[in-house]
């Protein structure tokens, strides 16, 4: 899927960004989503002249912030249902325990915190939604995030490939590091467990 994420990315266009952000943002099916990766590796590409860096970091952001957006009110709707269900293929009891944990640790900052953490990002807008956030400082926390996520990983994809001549060539390996410090979160609290 690497090797190919270019081609997936110039395949599906702004419009396909928004939505695959928008998912893995604020749905729970959205949890195997690329999400830092694919933000990063679309940058990139804006640096080779194949997207608008300014349109994508904005459609980007858009898709973070409304997915979130989402997540939250379908949390604040759905939540206990869905919440108190069995283990399924797209839900686990875990999910939601880490991030309580990481909501406990952090308060509202962890809006903001969650979008860097794989799983606890799509999770989060749904627990705040569950634990009846008031929306407005979700909404403050989340515009923040979206900023710093959506915007900000696709620039510095932006940067690094308008720096480094043919960085194109070393995308593999890019973007194996970021997916690998994506997880370090999960791994560390994996660790700790033990």
Same mark, same amino acid.
């Given at each position: 899927? /690497?090797?190919?994420?270019?081609? $997936?990315?110039?395949?599906?266009?702004?419009?396909?960004?928004?939505?695959?952000?928008? @998912?893995?943002?604020?749905?729970?099916?959205?949890?195997?989503? #690329?999400?830092?990766?694919?933000?990063?590796?679309?940058? +990139?590409?804006?640096?080779?002249?194949?997207?608008?860096?300014?349109?994508?970091?904005?459609?980007?952001?858009?898709?973070? !912030?409304?997915?979130?957006?989402?997540?939250?009110?379908?949390? @604040?709707?759905?939540?206990?249902?869905?919440?108190?269900?069995?283990?399924?293929?797209?839900?686990?009891?875990?999910?939601?325990? *880490?991030?309580?944990? $990481?909501?406990? &640790?952090?308060?509202?900052?962890?809006?903001?915190?969650?979008?860097? =953490? #794989?799983?606890? *990002?799509? =999770? @989060?807008?749904? +627990?705040?939604?569950?634990?009846?956030?008031?929306? @407005?400082? $979700? $909404?403050?926390?989340?515009?923040?995030?979206?900023?710093?996520?959506?915007?900000?990983?696709?620039? +510095?994809?932006?940067? %690094?490939?308008?720096? /480094?001549?043919?960085?194109?060539?070393?995308?593999?390996?890019?973007? !194996?590091?970021?997916?690998?410090?994506? %997880?370090?979160?999960? +791994? *560390?609290?994996?660790? &700790?467990?033990?």
């Amino acid at each position: 899927m /690497i090797a190919n994420l270019p081609l $997936f990315i110039q395949t599906i266009g702004y419009v396909g960004m928004f939505c695959i952000v928008f @998912a893995e943002s604020g749905l729970l099916f959205g949890i195997f989503l #690329p999400g830092d990766s694919l933000l990063f590796t679309a940058g +990139l590409l804006a640096s080779q002249g194949w997207f608008d860096v300014r349109l994508l970091a904005a459609i980007c952001a858009a898709g973070a !912030l409304l997915g979130d957006s989402t997540g939250y009110w379908l949390g @604040a709707k759905f939540g206990p249902k869905v919440f108190s269900r069995e283990d399924s293929r797209w839900f686990h009891k875990e999910y939601i325990e *880490r991030t309580k944990k $990481f909501y406990e &640790k952090y308060g509202a900052r962890a809006v903001v915190l969650a979008r860097f =953490v #794989p799983i606890v *990002r799509t =999770v @989060a807008p749904l +627990l705040a939604g569950v634990g009846r956030m008031r929306y @407005a400082t $979700f $909404f403050l926390y989340n515009t923040i995030g979206a900023l710093l996520w959506g915007a900000g990983i696709t620039y +510095l994809g932006y940067t %690094l490939g308008t720096a /480094i001549p043919n960085s194109e060539n070393y995308l593999t390996p890019i973007t !194996l590091a970021i997916v690998a410090i994506s %997880l370090l979160p999960i +791994l *560390r609290e994996y660790l &700790k467990k033990k």
